[in-house]
Structure formats: C-alpha cells, structure tokens
C-alpha cells in the first residue's frame, strides 16, 4: 500500500495525474459570490449584476480542476442549492456572507444552518466578504453572529471540515489564503 500512495503521489507531482473537484458557492444576494468567482477563475474584478440563473465557470489550482457554480441568492434560487450539493462528487460549499450587512445576518444565519444539515460530510467554508469596508465583522463576529462556533474545525477530517475565513474582493486581502484552504481542503476530504 505505501507503495502505491508513493507512486500516485509523486506521478500526482508531476503533474501526470489531475485531479476534479466542485464548489458550490452559495449565498445571500449581494454577498460577493459572481466577483469572488469572477476574481478566483479569471483575475477580473468587475461589477456584476445579480445572477438570475446559475453560472458555472471553471480553473486549475495545483493540478486540481475546479468547476466552480455561483447559484444566485435571491430567494427564488436558493430552493436550488440543495440539488447541486450532492453526495456523490468531490464538493465543497462556500457560503458567502456580506460582512458589512449586520441586517442581513440573521437570514444568513438561518439559510446557512439549512446548507450545514444538508451537505452531509461535504466541507463547507464560511467566507466573510467585503473586508474592505470598515465597518465590517470580523472573523469572530461572524463566528458569533451566525451562530456556527460548535460546527467550526478548521482542516480537520471528523466528523466533517467547516471554516470561517475573511477576505476583500476589491484589494484581494485574504484571497491567497482562501485559495490555500481550498485546494488542502481537497487534499484531505477528497485525495486519498
């Protein structure tokens, strides 16, 4: 066995071996969803109008292939959620929340309770956008307010992954690191 994991590993290395995954990024409306996507796939910053209809896009992020869905958080989308969080592919959710819309966090707080029950084992990573504004939460705050202190384990493997990281679209703060989580999140839920 410890010769098969070597090998898979290193052909993995150099590159030889690819590796697919999903992120299902959900959230309220207005959140920051289509430009965190927007910026993590193509390094465009730009105004987006809201998302009527699902929107797929896809990149590569040390040789693991994402497909990346931002489904849209208005009400009438977000019954489509759980259909794209299944229990058969490599996934994991990110909730976006807008952490400068303090009247908003109780919503939010409702609807991301809902996608914890529901992912099952999926990882699922918290991201507090808008932390260029500075009358934002903090990561603690957010913690707090969303009520998520227990479900929160950091890049542990049991009983299931759930974070909670910070970051501005518009400066990119906190972008490098999220892209981190990612792909050793991937890394431990998915490559074995």
Known sequence: MFLFDWINAFLNWLGFLKNE???????L???GKTTF?????HDILKAHMPTLRP???SFTLKNIHFNAWDLGGQQNLRKLWRDYVT?????????VVDSN???LL????SELHDVLQYS???????IGSKQDIKSCMTRDELIQGLDIGDYVTGLTTAPKIVDVLVCSNVTRRGLPQIMNWITKCFEIAYIK
């Open 21 to 27: 995954g999903s992120l299902i990024i959900v959230g």
């Open 29 to 31: 409306g207005n959140a």
């Open 37 to 41: 996507l927007s910026i993590i796939s």
């Open 55 to 57: 929107h797929q896009d």
């Open 87 to 95: 229990t058969d592919s490599n996934d994991i959710v990110i909730f």
């Open 101 to 103: 819309d303090r009247d």
């Open 106 to 109: 109780g919503e939010a707080k």
């Open 120 to 126: 099952g084992s999926r990882p699922v990573l918290i």
